[in-house]
């Protein structure tokens, strides 16, 4: 059965929250206005419709579907806005003192509904804010035993009462007991939201190695690879680099930025990592063919192999694979759907208008 949580609300219910411009149902509806044909947030300022002349839908992706455009004042296309003060405060506990266990009743006594944090996580990382912490202990205890520490150490540093617990923990987590735990590295995790929905990250010390949209398809097997090659263990967990990620992706949708600085991490054959080298080289609102990629590369006979390669990347909007369309002109083969590919372009043209103009 659906979550109940995860519906629109009713119709009623969403133009009172549209009349009040209610930030806490952000992210639960768009509304859409017959008359205009813009699709709005919960919160815009504009001036509001009649109640029969404004219809309501989940997700930016079904206005625009129903042919509504984007509202210029409250920017519904725009990456939603950064965690909440208090998201941000725990957020900032956990990282200073991540041994801590911070119960509902910590919760309550700091002035917080432990069900309103819960959602929060459950909707930003699928997971609830005890799992998380859970998780973070876990990934801490494992920096620890990479550093060197003894299994004990980390065990009692990182907030387990007991070792056995730790253990029994360790084991469900990474697969392997802590002692074996420098043969392998840990590959971070987390979810973030944009507005042509969500997308998974992941992250190692040396930068992101996967950026994708969590209904492509393979994207578990995708996953699973960058396991086996990596000799890594994927956990949702914090990455030095994911801040960097989220503010550059929140400006791209934005229109405020056309290139990324963000480090990335791509692990492939020779000839694959020279044809996401030439993605990156396609310039903002523009496009290229298969046929021209592989020109550009000195194998204009590999444009079969270029194409499967692009398939191949990890990297979304990053490394943009959806700059490349077919010989004729047409949208082709997106693993994020052609319907995204489309609003990709769209948006950075728009960019492109935007400075020209």
């Given at each position: 059965m659906p979550n109940p949580e995860s519906l629109v609300p009713t119709a009623a219910e969403c133009y009172q929250a549209l009349v009040a411009k209610d930030g806490t149902y952000e992210g639960r509806f768009i509304a859409a206005v017959k008359t205009t044909g813009i699709f709005c947030r919960p919160t815009c300022s504009a001036r509001?419709?009649?109640p029969q002349n404004v219809e309501f839908f989940a997700t930016t992706k079904e206005a625009l579907l129903h042919g509504y455009r984007a509202c210029k004042v409250c920017t519904p296309l725009a990456a939603p806005d950064a965690a909440p003060d208090f998201i941000q405060t725990l957020l900032h506990q956990l990282s200073q003192?991540?041994?801590v266990k911070i119960t509902d009743a910590d919760l309550r006594q700091l002035g917080l509904e432990p069900a309103t944090v819960r959602r929060w996580f459950q909707r930003q990382h699928g997971i609830t804010?005890?799992?998380?912490?859970r998780l973070n202990r876990i990934n801490m205890a494992f920096q620890k035993l990479q550093r060197g520490e003894t299994v004990t150490a980390a065990a009692f540093d990182s907030g387990y009462e007991s070792l056995s617990g730790f253990q029994d923990s360790f084991k469900a987590v990474f697969g392997v007991a802590p002692t074996h735990t420098r043969q392998q590295q840990l590959l971070n995790l987390t979810r973030l939201e944009t507005p042509l929905g969500t997308?998974?990250?992941c992250g190692t010390t040396?930068?992101?190695c996967l950026l994708e949209f969590t209904d492509r398809r393979m994207l578990e097997t995708e996953l699973k690879d960058l396991a086996r090659r990596l000799n890594a263990t994927i956990v949702q967990s914090d990455n030095p680099h994911f801040a960097l990620l989220?503010?550059?992706?929140a400006e791209y949708f934005a229109g405020t930025r056309q290139g990324f600085s963000v480090p990335l991490f791509m692990p492939g054959t020779a000839f694959q990592q020279a044809v996401w080298q030439e993605l990156g080289r396609i310039p903002y609102g523009t496009t290229r063919s298969y046929g021209q990629q592989a020109a550009a590369l000195d194998r204009p006979t590999a444009v079969r192999a270029v194409a499967t390669a692009n398939g191949m990347n990890r990297i979304a909007i990053l490394v943009p694979c959806?700059?490349?369309?077919?010989?004729d002109g047409h949208l082709t083969g997106y693993a994020g759907g052609l319907w995204r590919k489309k609003r990709l372009l769209e948006l950075e043209q728009q960019g492109i208008d935007t400075v020209s103009v």
């Open positions: 509001k419709p009649k003192q991540p041994s804010f005890q799992a998380y912490q997308m998974l990250a040396q930068g992101i989220r503010t550059q992706l959806h700059r490349v369309i077919g010989a």
